[in-house]
């Protein structure tokens, strides 16, 4: 494991500049643009493009830069205010309630006692080696999707010349097995799974639990990734008390041993900053079963209001945290791109928060138009303009009208593409999903309502909805087809999963369309689309998603959702690929 931890090297990705624009002459990526008006009337273009792939890349640029002013002036003849719209959730609500159960379960009774957790585990391999196997596996691929220390640091101090290995160690590896990794269940099957996990979350609480008040890295870490653990496994009151544990911890060794950064070992430093990744991970799962985070369902509180209080205090420290990470030189390639492709996520999410706060948790259903004009704006601006061009795939891909041959060509033929780049464009076009579905026309009821016509608005929120939401779902499929990628993100699928099971109308007869005006703002090639793509994301979940033991309500909630689907689509069974079948279940 030594000789591969140093051999990761990072290579220098250039990062390119751009300049403002002017009124008269326009620069992108220093290629000089002036229009003209000349005195007979006519006009002129001088510029220092010499090819026609710079043309076609520097008009790409200007139609990025100016997308929404026409849909702009649009929008500004509509009223000032967009009535926000009720949108239902079924696919959402199914899943949250399916967690909530098995949280249920877990907490009413013992789902993992172990009797005898070494003889459960049958292999011939020492528990050491499998480790050095686990972290190896984990750091070409979960490791990349949350970078959480340093690599090399994390070795020297955690497992060179030591004996035992660390508590961090132990509890690291228990959050490994239950992280949804394909690749770890090449190493472990499903049976030992659960009970490995046990093993090594049990050998990690021994050795820590008497260093509960020393204020280390290690300790530290340790409750981080028991937290996790517990959290991966939906024992959310356990993971929130080892969670409270590490942020102690932290606030210790920020304020004393890491308070100067220029007299701090510079591999702890950034190791200390990168945790604030890991706490992110373990509050977003405490959020969620708190009903905080995603949209909102009506559910009775799961937790009791001290419970809850403590929570979002919880929340409120570790949102302070700031996750500015920064490669290292002994880094690779692909973990310099998931700390940066992060870096760039996290400003996606800085600007929809405060909207998703008003129109998904606020009271008011009347949004101030410029306000939603504004986060399109910023997001824009995020994508085209802040973000790379290593990190950023060309609009091209993007095209109208391409089929999915075409579309995966081009690709696999992108020099930008790889796996950050492909999650950022992902969470971009999501976020357009998320900021318009509140304000799509209403399928069903409109003819009671009284009110068949759709505004321009509307209109407008459904063909953006509708394209972003065939983006998303390609994206991902190549993601975990094409790319290896494991861990879906199950919020960015569930969202336009959601988008095309509303545009699928599997409830309503062509008589009904019709009646309920439908075919205004939906035809029926793209109804008939949004039904394929329904069945693709139950491609792209069981590809890209292995859900673990502590899971099984959920997978049976998905299971019998694609069910329904397929014979609601072709009234007879269809043979499609297993899930896994998880050993305990809820």
């Given at each position: 494991m030594e000789q591969n931890l140093q051999s990761l090297q990072p290579e220098k990705r250039p990062e390119k500049k751009y300049k403002k624009n002017t009124s008269t002459t326009r620069e992108t990526s220093a290629t000089n643009w002036q229009l003209t008006l000349n005195k007979n009337g006519t006009m002129s273009i001088h510029t220092d493009i010499t090819t026609h792939t710079e043309l076609l890349r520097h008009l790409e640029s200007l139609?990025?830069?100016?997308?929404?002013?026409?849909k702009q002036a649009m929008l500004n003849a509509c009223t000032a205010y967009i009535h926000r719209q009720k949108f239902e959730k079924k696919l959402r609500k199914g899943l949250f309630d399916a967690i909530i159960k098995c949280i249920e379960y877990n907490e009413n009774e013992s789902r993992f006692i172990i009797r005898d957790a070494v003889s459960t585990f049958s292999s011939n391999q020492p528990l050491a080696i499998l480790m050095t196997s686990l972290l190896q596996v984990f750091f070409s691929c979960q490791f990349l999707d949350?970078?959480?220390?340093?690599?090399?640091?994390?070795?020297?101090?955690?497992?060179?010349?030591r004996a035992e290995p660390s508590p961090v160690v132990y509890a690291l590896c228990a959050a490994i097995l239950t992280d949804r990794c394909r690749h770890i269940a090449q190493l472990v099957s499903y049976k030992e799974m659960d009970?490995?996990?046990?093993?090594?979350?049990?050998?990690a609480r021994d050795l820590i639990e008497n260093r509960f008040d020393d204020a280390s890295l290690e300790t530290m870490m340790t409750f981080v990734y028991m937290a996790t653990y517990?959290?991966?496994?939906?024992?959310?009151?356990?993971?929130?008390?080892?969670?409270?544990?590490?942020l102690r911890i932290r606030?210790?060794?920020?304020q004393d041993r890491y308070k100067e950064p220029i007299t701090c070992e510079i591999g702890e430093y950034e190791t200390l900053k990168r945790q604030g990744t890991a706490f992110q991970y373990i509050i977003s799962v405490i959020q969620y079963v708190n009903n905080w985070r995603g949209i909102p369902v009506q559910h009775k509180p799961y937790y009791n209001d001290t419970v809850r209080n403590e929570a979002r205090k919880m929340h409120a420290t570790i949102n302070l945290i700031k996750c500015d990470m920064t490669p290292m030189p002994d880094e690779s390639q692909s973990v310099i791109q998931s700390i940066i492709g992060k870096r760039y996520i996290d400003m996606i999410s800085a600007v929809v928060h405060p909207y998703y706060?008003?129109?998904?948790?606020?009271?008011?259903?009347?949004?101030?138009?410029p306000f939603i004009l504004n986060i399109e704006q910023q997001l824009r601006q995020i994508y085209y303009q802040k973000i790379p061009s290593d990190y950023r795939l060309p609009a091209s891909i993007f095209e109208d009208g391409l089929n999915d041959l075409e579309f995966r060509k081009r690709l696999s033929e992108c020099d930008q593409c790889h796996p950050t780049s492909v999650k950022l464009a992902a969470t971009f076009y999501q976020s357009f999903v998320g900021l318009y579905e509140p304000f799509l026309p209403a399928i069903q009821k409109r003819r009671m309502?009284?009110?068949?016509?759709?505004?321009?608005f509307e209109l407008q929120a459904q063909k953006i909805c509708y394209k972003s939401s065939i983006i998303v779902v390609r994206l991902l499929e190549y993601l975990c087809t094409k790319l290896g990628s494991c861990n879906t993100n199950l919020g960015l699928l569930s969202s336009v999963w959601e988008m095309h099971g509303r545009n699928a109308c599997l409830d309503m007869t062509k008589k009904e369309l019709i009646e309920n005006g439908v075919y205004e703002y939906l035809s029926a090639e793209e109804i008939?689309?949004?039904?394929?793509y329904m069945i693709r994301c139950i491609g792209v979940l069981k590809q890209g998603y292995l859900f673990n033991g502590a899971e099984k309500g959920a997978w049976e909630y998905f299971n019998d959702f694609e069910q329904k689907l397929i014979k609601t689509l072709y009234n007879s069974p269809l043979q499609t690929t297993e899930y896994w079948g998880p050993v305990h279940g809820c």
């Amino acid at each position: 494991m030594e000789q591969n931890l140093q051999s990761l090297q990072p290579e220098k990705r250039p990062e390119k500049k751009y300049k403002k624009n002017t009124s008269t002459t326009r620069e992108t990526s220093a290629t000089n643009w002036q229009l003209t008006l000349n005195k007979n009337g006519t006009m002129s273009i001088h510029t220092d493009i010499t090819t026609h792939t710079e043309l076609l890349r520097h008009l790409e640029s200007l139609s990025n830069n100016h997308f929404s002013l026409s849909k702009q002036a649009m929008l500004n003849a509509c009223t000032a205010y967009i009535h926000r719209q009720k949108f239902e959730k079924k696919l959402r609500k199914g899943l949250f309630d399916a967690i909530i159960k098995c949280i249920e379960y877990n907490e009413n009774e013992s789902r993992f006692i172990i009797r005898d957790a070494v003889s459960t585990f049958s292999s011939n391999q020492p528990l050491a080696i499998l480790m050095t196997s686990l972290l190896q596996v984990f750091f070409s691929c979960q490791f990349l999707d949350r970078v959480s220390f340093h690599q090399q640091t994390f070795w020297k101090l955690f497992i060179k010349d030591r004996a035992e290995p660390s508590p961090v160690v132990y509890a690291l590896c228990a959050a490994i097995l239950t992280d949804r990794c394909r690749h770890i269940a090449q190493l472990v099957s499903y049976k030992e799974m659960d009970s490995l996990s046990k093993l090594f979350f049990e050998k990690a609480r021994d050795l820590i639990e008497n260093r509960f008040d020393d204020a280390s890295l290690e300790t530290m870490m340790t409750f981080v990734y028991m937290a996790t653990y517990k959290a991966n496994t939906l024992y959310p009151r356990e993971a929130s008390m080892y969670l409270e544990l590490a942020l102690r911890i932290r606030h210790i060794l920020v304020q004393d041993r890491y308070k100067e950064p220029i007299t701090c070992e510079i591999g702890e430093y950034e190791t200390l900053k990168r945790q604030g990744t890991a706490f992110q991970y373990i509050i977003s799962v405490i959020q969620y079963v708190n009903n905080w985070r995603g949209i909102p369902v009506q559910h009775k509180p799961y937790y009791n209001d001290t419970v809850r209080n403590e929570a979002r205090k919880m929340h409120a420290t570790i949102n302070l945290i700031k996750c500015d990470m920064t490669p290292m030189p002994d880094e690779s390639q692909s973990v310099i791109q998931s700390i940066i492709g992060k870096r760039y996520i996290d400003m996606i999410s800085a600007v929809v928060h405060p909207y998703y706060s008003r129109v998904r948790h606020g009271a008011d259903d009347d949004i101030p138009l410029p306000f939603i004009l504004n986060i399109e704006q910023q997001l824009r601006q995020i994508y085209y303009q802040k973000i790379p061009s290593d990190y950023r795939l060309p609009a091209s891909i993007f095209e109208d009208g391409l089929n999915d041959l075409e579309f995966r060509k081009r690709l696999s033929e992108c020099d930008q593409c790889h796996p950050t780049s492909v999650k950022l464009a992902a969470t971009f076009y999501q976020s357009f999903v998320g900021l318009y579905e509140p304000f799509l026309p209403a399928i069903q009821k409109r003819r009671m309502a009284g009110k068949i016509e759709c505004d321009p608005f509307e209109l407008q929120a459904q063909k953006i909805c509708y394209k972003s939401s065939i983006i998303v779902v390609r994206l991902l499929e190549y993601l975990c087809t094409k790319l290896g990628s494991c861990n879906t993100n199950l919020g960015l699928l569930s969202s336009v999963w959601e988008m095309h099971g509303r545009n699928a109308c599997l409830d309503m007869t062509k008589k009904e369309l019709i009646e309920n005006g439908v075919y205004e703002y939906l035809s029926a090639e793209e109804i008939e689309t949004s039904r394929e793509y329904m069945i693709r994301c139950i491609g792209v979940l069981k590809q890209g998603y292995l859900f673990n033991g502590a899971e099984k309500g959920a997978w049976e909630y998905f299971n019998d959702f694609e069910q329904k689907l397929i014979k609601t689509l072709y009234n007879s069974p269809l043979q499609t690929t297993e899930y896994w079948g998880p050993v305990h279940g809820c």
